[in-house]
């Protein structure tokens, strides 16, 4: 059995797989994650790997008291990955998006490719058929974009996400709502276009935190997988172990 264990920037999400198959999930704190780490490995005794992807909170001296029992490997830039890295700044492309679009070269061979990661930021990147990374783009995410607004204004409330009942919202509240769920929604459908626009034999990857909210808001043909980050770390833990 294997323990993937991805450490973004707010949360950290665990799953247990053997083989490809994903026997179990969950979530922690960054503050209770050593807890929810020993609970795990109580209740799955025959997971002999771990295989960790951090964007730079969790390191491989946090992982000591194990290292004698379990074989620990932190995907990093020095990694196998089974594309050709063709960003122009490759030492600032984030390991996250790295390891999706190894998934995505992995699961879904021969096709141009755009994963779009929904979390705290929302991130593009473009696989090209002949397994080639383009590149992509950054934008804030929704939580982010409720915090601005509340944060960088005198009187606009911090709301939670919700979905806007109509397009022109009649108060303050509504129009929050629609201002970041629509804004995003059209900034992703038209990210997707322009790109149909230039590649055939495409597919769109949705995943993170907030895909299953956001999915049946877009209006292009999307694959949507909230697991497909911890799927991807994986994958690419087996294409290093060949």
């Known amino acids: 059995m294997l323990l993937a264990i991805d450490a973004g920037n707010t949360q950290i999400k665990w799953a247990v797989f053997e083989q490809n198959t994903l026997v179990k999930k969950e979530k922690t704190t960054y503050n209770d994650w050593t807890n929810s780490l020993k609970n795990i490995l109580i209740n799955f005794s025959n997971i002999k790997n771990i295989v960790v992807s951090s964007v730079g909170k969790l390191n491989k001296e946090d992982f000591f008291d194990l290292?004698?029992?379990?074989?620990?490997?932190?995907?990093?830039?020095?990694?196998?990955?089974?594309?050709?890295?063709?960003?122009?700044?490759?030492?600032?492309?984030?390991?996250?998006?790295?390891?999706?679009?190894?998934?995505?070269?992995?699961?879904?061979?021969?096709?141009?490719?755009?994963?779009?990661?929904?979390?705290?930021?929302?991130?593009?990147?473009?696989?090209?058929?002949?397994?080639?990374?383009?590149?992509?783009?950054?934008?804030?995410?929704?939580?982010?974009?409720?915090?601005?607004?509340?944060?960088?204004?005198?009187?606009?409330?911090?709301?939670?996400?919700?979905?806007?009942k109509q397009l022109i919202g009649n108060s303050t509240d509504e129009s929050i709502h629609s201002?970041?769920?629509?804004g995003i929604t059209m900034e992703i459908d038209g990210y997707i276009s322009c790109n149909l626009k230039i590649y055939d034999n495409f597919i769109i990857i949705l995943t993170g935190g907030d895909a299953e909210f956001l999915a049946e808001r877009l209006k292009n043909t999307i694959f949507a997988n909230s697991n497909f980050l911890l799927e991807s770390l994986n994958q690419t833990f087996q294409y290093n172990q060949q």
């Open 67 to 164: 290292y004698s029992t379990i074989e620990i490997e932190f995907i990093s830039k020095e990694s196998k990955f089974p594309f050709q890295n063709l960003y122009a700044s490759p030492q600032t492309l984030g390991i996250d998006r790295m390891i999706l679009a190894s998934g995505a070269v992995l699961q879904f061979p021969n096709k141009n490719r755009l994963v779009i990661d929904a979390g705290t930021c929302i991130t593009y990147d473009l696989i090209d058929k002949d397994n080639n990374y383009l590149g992509g783009a950054i934008s804030p995410g929704i939580r982010l974009r409720y915090q601005s607004l509340h944060n960088y204004t005198a009187k606009l409330p911090l709301l939670t996400k919700q979905i806007p």
């Open 179 to 182: 201002g970041i769920i629509n």
